[in-house]
Nanobody, 116 residues
Framework: VQLQAYGGGLVQAGNSLRLSCAAS????????MGWFRQAPGEEREFVAS????????NYADSVKGRFTISRDNAKNTVYLQMNSLKSEDTAVYYC??????????WGQGTLVTVSS
């Protein structure tokens, strides 16, 4: 599976941004997906995940209520809608795909910068 994340950019605090992750290379349906992020000088952290059908999702406490993960299996794409952005959301955001319970496929990352 090849993953291409895009949609990052510079945004003011309080505003919104939507990230997309396009998958190719094999069937997208049936693959649980996730978003992670890595801030400068920090370790990569979990942001959100979604099951194969989109019926179930999980979020890090830091983004719960502000971010929404979704997927469109017909378009082989997973999304991360980010609302009420804060300066601490500044990071490189990565999408990832699971195989056998582990995130083994990773996109190249897209930078989100939130200015206060």
């Amino acid at each position: 599976v090849q993953l291409q994340a895009y949609g990052g950019g510079l945004v003011q605090a309080g505003n919104s941004l939507r990230l997309s992750c396009a998958a190719s290379g094999r069937t997208f349906v049936g693959i649980p997906m996730g978003w992670f992020r890595q801030a400068p000088g920090e370790e990569r952290e979990f942001v959100a995940s979604i099951n194969w059908s989109g019926s179930s999702s999980n979020y890090a406490d830091s983004v719960k209520g502000r971010f929404t993960i979704s997927r469109d299996n017909a378009k082989n794409t997973v999304y991360l809608q980010m609302n009420s952005l804060k300066s601490e959301d500044t990071a490189v955001y990565y999408c990832a795909a699971k195989r056998s319970g582990e995130y083994v496929y990773w996109g190249q990352g897209t930078l989100v910068t939130v200015s206060s």
